[in-house]
């Protein structure tokens, strides 16, 4: 009988495209710690008690991972708000875009859209999303094609 290394059948997976990643049902919480904080301390020893640095430290750890929560929620709130200003900015500019479908769109930005939780644009009477664009270009008196000149 002969016995496969565990770094060859490691390897031979990671190289096939195999691994699956475990991905977490559901995650702790606030309530959840609590409900361990009191289990904790209805079960321990009376006569040897948890000492106090231990449930300050967990607080501390809890209260870290709450912030971060937090800090997290705000940041995913302000690139929202960043993608929906720079699409604003380009209200006016010519953009050019390539579609999922592979045709290229140019024209001027005509209205910008707030769809699921993302900014999108409007060119040629038809939304794109941002990531569809592949240049950007200010449009000036000498270059708008709807520009009519005046001659005396």
Sequence with gaps: MSVTPVQTTLAAA???????????????????????????????????????????????????????????????????EQQFLLANSMLGARVELLTSSGEIIAGPVEAVLWEDGAPRMMVAGQVYDMSEIRSVALLTPSTNPETKTNSL
């Design 14 to 80: 990671y190289q096939s495209g195999s691994t699956t990643e475990r991905i977490p049902q559901r995650t702790l919480g606030q309530e959840d710690f609590l409900k361990l904080l009191v289990a904790q301390l209805s079960s321990q020893d009376p006569l040897n008690p948890q000492k106090d640095t231990e449930f300050i430290a967990q607080m501390a750890s809890f209260s870290a991972l709450e912030q971060a929560k937090s800090m997290q929620a705000e940041m995913r709130q302000l690139r929202s």
